[in-house]
């Protein structure tokens, strides 16, 4: 069977906990979270998941399926401790993202009078100034990829460099997956840039769905495909109802 847009998602997303060893990962959405999954059932064995609310999991069931295995209690306070501790990569959405990675889930408008109410600014200042942070945005277009945010809420870059040391120390933003590729911030001025492109996806393609200029690199190469072995794990182990393929659509 070909391997899905949505499948190649997956796999970008499971990238991100490459490495990350012995921390929380903490996925927001249904493709990050199979992603999670299959990071750990592969090449990230240490990383530690939880039940979406109070426990750490020790087995890693479907998405939507009950873990049988609980191998600890994780109350709001210890959750907290990790994320100030740096002991926690996240995974967020965006509504709104620009080429420094700053970050809105809260309004759209001229926020004093917003034209459209979101969630709130919520959690995202503390990720993004102590814990790696990821973003996952299902569909690329002009309207989320802006050339500035209407209200920072994840901070980006240049917002943690003029914050000085306290924001910037521990600063890390990672990755951008979306449904047309992959993007990070390794260029000399931290602003975005291609780092790999889904199958059958093209520079004139991203770049006309992103509402600001994107770093190219000469060669622009393309996201890896899942092997026969995770393809397996995401279809019948992790993710057997399909949902992915709703989260992302061909």
Not at 113 to 122: A, H, I, N
Request: hydrophobic share 40%.
């Amino acid at each position: 069977m070909t391997t899905t847009r949505a499948e190649y998602c997956v796999v970008a997303c499971a990238e991100a906990w490459r490495g990350d060893g012995e921390i929380l990962a903490t996925p927001m959405g249904t493709v990050p979270t199979i992603g999670a999954r299959l990071a750990r059932l592969t090449f990230s064995p240490d990383l530690l998941l939880t039940d979406g609310e109070a426990m750490f999991i020790g087995d890693v069931p479907a998405v939507g399926a009950k873990a049988e295995v609980v191998e600890g209690w994780l109350p709001y306070r210890q959750h907290l401790s990790m994320v100030a501790g740096g002991r926690r990569h996240v995974m967020m959405g965006a509504s709104q993202i620009d080429r420094h990675g700053n970050q809105n889930i809260s309004c759209i408008g001229d926020w004093p009078r917003p034209t459209r109410q979101l969630l709130g600014v919520r959690g995202a200042p503390v990720n993004t100034v102590n814990n790696p942070t990821s973003y996952w945005i299902p569909k690329h277009s002009p309207r989320v990829f802006v050339a500035a945010v209407d209200m920072v809420c994840g901070v980006g870059f240049d917002r943690a460099a003029a914050a000085g040391p306290a924001a910037s120390r521990f600063h890390g933003l990672r990755v951008v997956v979306s449904d047309l590729g992959v993007f990070d911030f390794e260029t000399p001025d931290r602003t975005m840039r291609v780092r790999s492109l889904h199958p059958g996806v093209d520079v004139e393609q991203v770049q006309a769905a992103t509402g600001f200029p994107l770093a190219v690199p000469e060669q622009v190469p393309t996201t890896r495909e899942p092997s026969e072995s995770e393809l397996r794990l995401i279809r019948e182990v992790i993710d057997p109802k399909g949902l992915r393929e709703r989260e992302v659509r061909a």
